[in-house]
């Protein structure tokens, strides 16, 4: 196990009817002016929106609104919420939803305080002043509502990179599991995917001696096993959401990546394939993982069958671990076609001809590689997409 240091101070608020504190908790934190920030309809045909302006308003907090999220949130209204916020002086930004409109939120919050283009944050710039955020979560699925990180597309070249900071990290969060009861089945799916992504880009490390978080991750992985299809078969399953809602933020808040070298190069694939083609990211995730495990197992044969025994119920086959690894992988493409998530090119209108430009996109050069597990180049890259048709 490698040294680390580990800060998560977000204040997470959970189970039915918290929505309604949200105002207590801007208080609680400091904040006096608030935006509300959120996306295209459903927290407000769902009464949601209202229930947290009424928190607000019991507080005697003012707040102004900014709607229009789309899923990859995008840059243009990033810019938009950032002039606003400081035309406005607010002081705190609060979205509700999901993922997407608490990346936006946390792009608004560096961006405000900076003189310069927020987008230098995710060149690579470190950021040193944000405003603080709370969030009222509405699907499980980024992990946003408890990480350090955000994702943005920038319209300009569709280029969709990531930023990340402890000043991003929310000072609160609301999670109340019935607000996730009425998502579709492919977005439960979806988020389901997401979560068992950000385990996946911890799991398959280099670093040896991590148990205490290789039995974290495979925790996290079964529960979604177990949960997932129960979620999407009963909508209104508590339980089962309630679990999927806590599996979201644990496998995201870094809990059970400490002390072990981290992949995250999957996610990088599979950015170009969501920017390009707008698909949503936890499918676009199901159509990239299974390749790139297929591409790496190699690599560390003995983890892979680890990954497929523990996880997947495999048996080991001790004179030809391969097949288990393989087992392991076959398992999980089942579990991924079981919820109804796409696992090839063609089910998510992605084009072979398109690959060449999405491994540019990516912007290796020269010696640099991507990943850790694996160092990949551009010829590697490629590989796995073509493994994905």
């Excluded at 105002?23 to 229930?51: A, P």
């Excluded at 089962?240 to 990546?257: F, K, Y």
């Excluded at 676009?284 to 790139?292: C, K, T």
């Excluded at 990949?376 to 048709?389: C, F, G, R, S, T």
Aim: net charge negative; hydrophobic share 40%; with cysteine.
């Amino acid at each position: 196990m490698e040294n680390f240091t580990f800060y998560s101070p977000t204040y997470f608020v959970f189970g039915k009817g918290t929505e309604s504190t949200a105002g207590e908790y801007v208080k609680k934190f400091g904040g006096t002016k608030v935006l509300l920030h959120y996306g295209e309809g459903s927290v407000i045909r769902s009464g949601l929106l209202d229930r947290v302006k009424k928190s607000l308003d019991v507080q005697n907090i003012p707040y102004i609104e900014l709607g229009g999220v789309k899923p990859n949130p995008r840059s243009g209204l990033v810019y938009e919420g950032i002039e606003l916020c400081r035309k406005e002086k607010v002081d705190f930004i609060l979205p509700v939803g999901g993922g997407s409109a608490i990346d936006s939120a946390k792009a608004i919050a560096a961006g405000v305080p900076y003189s310069g283009d927020f987008w230098d944050f995710f060149q690579g710039k470190p950021i040193e002043k944000a405003l603080p955020i709370g969030t009222v979560l509405t699907i499980a699925a980024a992990g946003s509502e408890g990480s350090e990180n955000t994702v943005i597309t920038k319209e300009e070249g569709m280029l969709k990179r990531g930023a990340g900071s402890e000043l991003l990290r929310p000072v609160f969060s609301i999670l109340n599991p019935e607000l996730t009861a009425t998502l579709p089945a492919y977005q439960t799916a979806c988020g389901a995917v997401d979560i068992m992504a950000h385990v996946f880009e911890r799991y398959f490390t280099n670093t040896t001696g991590v148990e205490v978080t290789d039995r974290l991750c495979e925790a996290i992985l079964l529960t979604m096993i177990k949960e997932t299809p129960e979620a999407i078969a009963n909508p209104t399953n508590y339980d089962a959401r309630a679990n999927i809602l806590w599996a979201g933020m644990v496998a995201h808040n870094n809990i059970c990546g400490v002390g072990r070298r981290q992949d995250w190069s999957s996610h990088t694939i599979e950015h170009e394939l969501s920017a390009l083609y707008d698909v949503a990211h936890g499918a676009g995730l199901a159509v990239v993982f299974p390749a790139w495990m297929k591409y790496v197992m190699h690599h560390d044969m003995n983890r892979f069958a680890q990954f497929a025994v523990r996880v997947w119920g495999c048996k080991m086959n001790e004179a030809n671990p391969a097949e288990t690894a393989k087992e392991g992988i076959q398992r999980f493409e089942a579990f991924l076609k079981l919820i109804g998530m796409p696992t090839t090119f063609a089910e998510i209108d992605a084009k072979a001809e398109d690959i060449p430009y999405m491994v540019k996109n990516i912007g290796l050069k020269g010696q640099y590689t991507l990943g850790s597990f694996v160092k990949l180049k551009e010829e590697d890259i490629a590989n796995i997409y073509k493994l994905a048709l």
